[in-house]
């Protein structure tokens, strides 16, 4: 795994310093909350509805044991017990007290990681595939330019002040599991016709309330090059990219009105200028990162062959296990959505287990995915056995990745101040409504999304069904869309119609799915799959009960 | 047309802990929106803000939340200001575990 250099180690530890201070002069009233507010949001914290919220970086979602050891120990010490893992692949703690979060930035520092980065309109954590280094599918692991770009972009002058936040996911697999066509940039790694590495750049994605499938800028930019296109891309957009209007200053926007051939000739213009200047990327800065990524030594013993008898291991192979990219191995995702519980919350206690599982038996690495599971990356199969038996005592063991109740939600109304609604409890409804894993089972792969408002935290445009909970006239109310897609063939969903009731939303979702099962050709037709064929209406029909189902005859 | 006016209390989050406050009556603030005073005037409003954004050092973000009076008690009008008087709701914490 890579390991900050010592001079990365004094930069975080300078910064909590410096913040300790300013927490200091808030308190004695040297500062106001105005000269503050700023501060702090460089630092991760954020003022929520009940608390304060701490929000940690980890750098495309990759930590090791001793790291997930130390958010445990800051959940049990300064929080209530928990973390909550996020669609942007962090960590959030909920309820800090501002006294203690220079405390807390140090124990992170302890552990090489910080929340610098995590608010403000510069370039924030860059995420990646969350099987990276292990998928069967992978050109390369993704990591080490996630971590190029990490270097490149944390505290780069030029960049503190962009327009609006900037957003950059890769994936090394033709399968993207990142999301990558809804950020402001996502690279996915490809071969030319040469057979070398490099990326197909796509920019101004991105979900909120102008949702946007990001387009292809670059066919295939060589390795070398991609800090010097990320700086031309990135100065187009600094200069020409939207001031007067928030809610028109993502690039997305700025892609949509100026045109893509028009970006792209400005972007080429100065790319060939920062060409000249920056050289390629330097290859011993590339050869120092990628020693931080070389994959472990192997176990080469065998996979067993033994059929598995139990039954509950068989689903939560079924289920959480896929193909590693050495067939004795699998990649085991770790489901944090019990049935009922919260989306992505983990206790220090889970947290604990989860470190330990990754020391003994994922050659000490987690990742943490957009989806807010957490991924065992490296497990061999014969492990496979005594990995479920733990997570079973930890209670995380619920056999229903890519399933009906494994639903993201944003926090929602009951901790953010930007939420018009709720989102967590309906995802709690729904997956009780459920909770059968063997009828989930039958439903088979269906990703429901969950945003408490318009900025789209729960991903709920690329929701195979999107939820997006609303305040109307003083009443929360919750939009149905459809058809969402996250994945190489990303989709905007569809809206439905009219949104519904809090307490009418959980029926309401059932019978999409009622409607579902009785109009799919077979159980190999899953829902997106389903609704691809026939279309908004035989759902609208359930949904409103307006119209005869497609399929009544 | 434009609403009928609503009952305002000034409202913020404690400096320290982030938890929902009120401003009352004797120029303090208390965690209980019971406690808090309520301008039944735009102008009385106004007056109170003013005087909680006097105290802004020890808090954060003050603002005027609509309220009801019922039986001489504010009550949220906004199910927002409803949840920040209890807390979340997956799980018993904040306001509502405190004043168990």
């Known amino acids: 795994m890579y390991s900050y250099s010592n001079f990365d180690a004094d930069f975080v530890r300078n910064r909590v310093a410096e913040f300790r201070g300013q927490v200091e002069r808030r308190i004695d009233g040297s500062l106001t909350e105005d000269e503050f507010k700023p501060l702090r949001l460089m630092n991760g914290l954020y003022l929520q509805l009940h608390a304060y919220m701490l929000r940690v970086a980890v750098p495309y979602g990759t930590l090791n044991g001793r790291q997930m050891r130390q958010l445990a120990y800051i959940a049990e010490t300064w929080d209530k017990g928990y973390g909550h893992f996020t669609t942007r692949q962090n960590i959030q703690f909920n309820w800090p007290k501002l006294q203690d979060v220079p405390d807390i930035l140090d124990a992170l520092a302890d552990v090489g990681m910080h929340a610098i980065q995590t608010s403000g309109n510069c370039i924030r954590n860059v995420t990646a595939d969350h099987f990276a280094g292990a998928a069967a599918d992978e050109i390369e692991d993704p990591r080490p330019t996630a971590e190029l770009i990490r270097q490149w972009s944390t505290d780069h002058p030029e960049f503190a002040y962009l327009p609006r936040k900037f957003k ?88 949509h009105e100026t045109g893509l051939d028009e970006l792209r000739a400005r972007i080429e213009e100065v790319f060939s200028r920062q060409q000249r200047l920056l050289g390629e990327v330097d290859p011993g800065i590339v050869a120092r990162i990628d020693a931080g990524f ?59 287990v989860l470190a330990d599982l990754a020391e003994r038996y994922s050659h000490d690495e987690l990742r943490i995915s957009h989806e807010q599971n957490v991924i065992l990356p490296h497990v061999h199969r014969a492990d496979i056995p005594a990995v ?105 969903g569809s809206r439905t119609g009219p949104g519904f009731a809090y307490d009418e939303i959980v029926p309401a979702v059932e019978r999409l799915i009622e409607a579902y099962l009785d109009l799919r050709e077979g159980p190999e037709e899953a829902f997106l799959a389903t609704y691809r064929r026939l279309g908004l209406e035989p759902f609208k029909a359930a949904l409103y009960g307006v119209e005869e189902r497609a399929d009544a005859a | 047309m434009a609403r009928a006016f609503l009952p305002k209390v000034a409202t913020a989050n404690d400096l320290f802990e982030g938890d929902v406050i009120y401003f009352t009556d004797e120029g303090t603030w208390t965690r209980q929106l019971a406690a808090a005073a309520v301008a039944m005037t735009p102008e009385a409003a106004e007056d109170l803000l003013a005087q909680a954004a006097k105290l802004q050092g020890e808090v954060v973000g003050a603002y005027l939340a609509d309220v009801r009076v019922e039986d001489g008690v504010p009550v949220p009008d906004h199910f927002r200001e409803a949840f920040r008087t209890r807390g979340p709701s997956n799980y018993f914490h904040g306001k509502q575990a405190e004043v168990a």
């Open chain 1, 294 to 352: 070389t994959p472990p030594v192997w176990d080469t013993r065998p996979a067993p062959e033994a059929p598995v008898l139990d039954a509950g291991l068989r689903s939560f192979i079924d289920t959480n296990v896929v193909a590693h990219k050495q067939p004795q191995y699998g990649i085991v995702s770790v489901s944090i959505k019990p049935i009922g519980g919260t989306p992505g919350d983990a206790t220090s206690a889970q947290m604990r």
């Open chain 1, 388 to 492: 479920y038996a733990e997570l079973r005592m930890a209670g995380l063991a619920t056999a229903n990745i890519g399933l009906v109740s494994d639903i993201i939600a944003c926090p929602g109304m009951d901790y953010c101040a930007l939420a018009t609604a709720r989102s967590i409890p309906i995802a709690q409804q729904i997956s009780e409504s459920f909770a059968d894993l063997d009828a989930q089972r039958d439903i088979g792969p269906l990703k429901i999304k969950i945003s408490g408002c318009i900025n789209a935290c729960g991903h709920h445009h690329v929701g195979h069904i999107g939820i997006l909970g609303l305040d109307r006239a003083g009443v929360e109310n919750y939009q149905i869309t459809l058809g969402g897609d996250g994945t190489e063939t990303a989709t905007i």
């Open chain 1, 168 to 255: 950059v996911a890769v994936t090394g697999s033709p399968n993207d599991r990142a999301v990558t066509k809804a950020h402001d940039i996502g690279l996915r790694m490809v071969r030319n016709d040469a057979g070398e590495p490099g990326y197909e750049v796509v920019i101004g994605g991105g979900l909120g309330r102008t949702p946007m499938i990001g387009k292809v800028v670059r066919d295939f930019l060589p390795k070398a090059d991609l800090l010097a296109y990320l700086e031309a891309i990135l100065q187009v957009y600094n200069l020409s990219g939207r001031r007067d209007n928030k809610y028109k200053a993502r690039i997305k926007i700025l892609v």
